[in-house]
């Protein structure tokens, strides 16, 4: 199992900084969102705009399975 990198402390508030400034754009709240906003950040590498493409289609395969379930 591949251990993950300690980020140091400025890397750690860089991320929250943005982390926060997406879930205020999308207007989420709540440690899940921000644990999603976290895992598309680690995969797409912090890119701003990969962030808010990956996380506008997980709201709408969400509201998609709500509607059908």
Do not use: P
């Not at 680690?42 to 998609?64: C, F, H, V």
């Amino acid at each position: 199992m591949a251990e993950k990198e300690k980020l140091s402390k400025e890397e750690k508030d860089a991320q929250n900084a943005v982390i926060k400034e997406i879930m205020a754009e999308f207007g989420l709240e709540g440690v899940t969102k921000k644990r999603l906003v976290r895992f598309i950040g680690d995969k797409e590498n912090w890119d701003r705009r990969m962030i808010g493409y990956r996380l506008k289609r997980a709201q709408i395969r969400e509201t998609y399975e709500a509607l059908h379930h």
